[in-house]
């Protein structure tokens, strides 16, 4: 039986046409991925749906569908697991967890108010006029969003998505060939809890490819009223170069992350954390840790616990299948480096590669838990390798150095430091690739107080044809 991912247009599941289907083959299956036809695009454009919703309502239909996800006899939460293991080749272990995840995210209420708090500095500003020095200030949605989202990191889709509901905007989502079935899943998801939701009726769900006719997507790109674009290099590109000039485009592209070990007195406390910061994702996140800086005398102990956390964490949670290609590039990396007279360690079936190398004598990174450890004696040693706009985030163990070295790593361009074994947690409160996102899905807009009112340092009423006419404006200078 073909397996068909359908398109989602204002809510609705479009039934799949056979001539408008994308074949895609991922993990050696074939699936069909609907395409957008000039009718759809109309809909998905047109959709005047408006999310009038306080944010109290919008937390709990989002806590009612993660309900579902919690539940492990969720019958979109099963199919969707499956899809994981057969298309992405995920472990079933994995698998889990992704939708473990997704029912993580819906259902903390807490956390997705304080989400609001914290970006938009109150969680009543997208509900209420607010008193803000000499004004009233409220928070509208820019409008449409546009989410061009990557495959790698299935999460990072249901963030996207889920930033752009607590803020009451429309969503077209473009998903990636690499994961078709996330935000088709999450989306389906709300229909399931209530197909005519306000939220629900707000988004569309979509497929094109960058090498083919652009004339519908551009149409797409040409209505929003924000993009939000994740991925590498190409996929930013491509979102600015058909972005219109005037919208805001909010850029999640490529970073890369290393780890920090100082010295710590308990090596299997600071292991375990490292062996979970490069195993999350197979290393294929921006926050994974692909180099380990060493400081202090116990590198070879070091180093034998933290193969023993890999080989534990290669049973608790099971790396991903690998293509030829991939296997291939591993092996190479594992030849060079024992050319180059590198100490090397790997795990049974390439699980995991350990490679103990100098500073500045990087060789290929074939990412599928391989990560560098360099010996360095003082934290000034990492400061070249921490680049801004580039390097996301800075794990380091034991918790207490990142008190003595968060000044210097920020300085450097470190954007986000957090413990070994927290790099795949987004704290509530902190920054994701150096911006606060909500404040970029809004609109501000200020009442501003009348002549009448007095401010702190003018105590007289405003009245400028006056104070013109009579030149007096002298009164109002502090």
Not at 9 to 22: D, H, Q
Not at 189 to 198: L, M, T, V, Y
Not at 442 to 457: A, F, G, H, L, M
């Amino acid at each position: 039986m073909k397996k068909h991912i359908p398109m989602i247009i204002s809510g609705i599941i479009k039934e799949n046409s056979s001539t408008y289907a994308r074949e895609v083959l991922l993990n050696n299956n074939t699936l069909f991925i609907a395409i957008p036809d000039e009718v759809n695009i109309d809909l998905a454009i047109n959709n005047d749906v408006k999310n009038k919703l306080t944010l109290n309502q919008i937390i709990n239909f989002l806590y009612t569908v993660g309900q579902r996800w919690k539940s492990e006899e969720y019958t979109r939460r099963r199919t969707y697991i499956r899809d994981l293991e057969k298309y992405l080749g995920y472990s079933n272990e994995m698998a889990k967890l992704e939708a473990n995840w997704i029912a993580m995210l819906l259902c903390s209420k807490s956390a997705l108010y304080d989400i609001v708090k914290n970006d938009l500095g109150s969680q009543h500003i997208t509900d209420e006029w607010l008193p803000q020095g000499d004004c009233y200030v409220k928070a509208l949605p820019k409008g449409k969003s546009v989410h061009l989202l990557a495959g790698n990191v299935p999460l990072s889709g249901v963030t996207s998505i889920l930033r752009a509901i607590l803020t009451k905007n429309q969503c077209i989502i473009k998903t990636p060939a690499a994961d078709p079935f996330t935000a088709n899943a999450l989306v389906s998801s709300f229909i399931d809890a209530n197909a005519d939701h306000p939220i629900t009726r707000s988004m569309s769900v979509m497929y094109w490819s960058h090498d083919e006719d652009m004339t519908l997507p551009q149409r797409i790109m040409d209505s929003a009223d924000v993009v939000v674009a994740w991925g590498g290099e190409e996929a930013i590109k491509w979102a600015v170069n058909h972005a219109p000039p005037h919208v805001n485009i909010l850029k999640f592209g490529p970073k890369k992350s290393l780890t920090i070990v100082d010295n710590p007195e308990d090596l299997i406390e600071s292991a375990t954390g490292v062996a979970h910061d490069i195993c999350f994702y197979d290393q294929q996140a921006c926050f994974s840790t692909q180099n380990i800086y060493y400081i202090g005398d116990r590198l070879n102990q070091f180093i034998n616990e933290l193969e023993k956390q890999l080989m534990l964490y290669a049973r608790i949670l099971p790396k991903g299948d690998q293509n030829f290609d991939e296997k291939a590039a591993f092996s190479l990396t594992e030849k060079e480096c024992l050319f180059s007279g590198y100490q090397v360690r790997k795990g049974e079936n390439q699980s995991w590669l350990l490679i103990e190398s100098p500073l500045n004598s990087f060789n290929n990174q074939p990412l599928s838990r391989s990560v560098y450890i360099h010996q360095i004696y003082n934290i000034s040693d990492v400061f070249p390798f921490i680049n801004k706009n580039t390097t996301q985030t800075v794990s380091i163990t034991p918790w207490e150095s990142s008190f003595k070295y968060r000044d210097q790593l920020a300085e450097c361009g470190a954007e986000r430091i957090v413990e070994s074994g927290m790099n795949n947690i987004f704290r509530v409160g902190g920054s994701h690739d150096g911006m606060r996102p909500l404040q970029h899905l809004v609109n501000y807009i200020s009442q501003e107080r009348p002549s009448s009112y007095t401010t702190k340092d003018v105590a007289v009423e405003i009245e400028q044809t006056r104070y013109l006419e009579e030149d007096k404006f002298l009164v109002f200078v502090p």
